[in-house]
Nanobody, 126 residues
Framework: QVQLVESGGGLVQAGGSLRLSCTAS????????MGWFRQAQGKEREFVAA????????DYADSVKGRFTISRDNAKNTVYLQMNSLKPEDTAVYYC???????????????????WGQGTQVTVSA
């Protein structure tokens, strides 16, 4: 089993930055891919970014490419999402997720991730 805890959300003005963190416990962190998803109020949860177990490969949704950066520190069992140039439309609850079944990378669908954090709210004011 894997337990995931997100942190780092908050309120920021448009154009600002935030860094989300997700710390994992349980199964060896360095063996599985991680992803970030988000869900805006009234909308479905959507893929944001993913990173391979080694950190050597990343994948991004078009809406965040060039603004967000996913990274991981396997020694700290933590994955990060650095969010720059934030826009009001980035407002959502952000979830980290683990893909422990070792499917080919990248994976962008919710059902392909088998462990989820509780989410952290990000609000971007205009």
């Amino acid at each position: 089993q894997v337990q995931l805890v997100e942190s780092g959300g908050g309120l920021v003005q448009a154009g600002g930055s935030l860094r989300l963190s997700c710390t994992a416990s349980g199964r060896t962190f360095s063996t599985y891919a991680m992803g970030w998803f988000r869900q805006a109020q009234g909308k479905e949860r959507e893929f944001v970014a993913a990173i391979k177990w080694s950190g050597s490969n990343t994948d991004y949704a078009d809406s965040v490419k060039g603004r967000f950066t996913i990274s991981r520190d396997n020694a700290k069992n933590t994955v990060y999402l650095q969010m720059n140039s934030l826009k009001p439309e980035d407002t959502a609850v952000y979830y980290c997720a683990a893909e422990t079944l070792l499917r080919p990378f990248p994976r962008r669908l919710q059902y392909e991730y088998d462990h989820w954090g509780q989410g952290t709210q990000v609000t971007v004011s205009a």
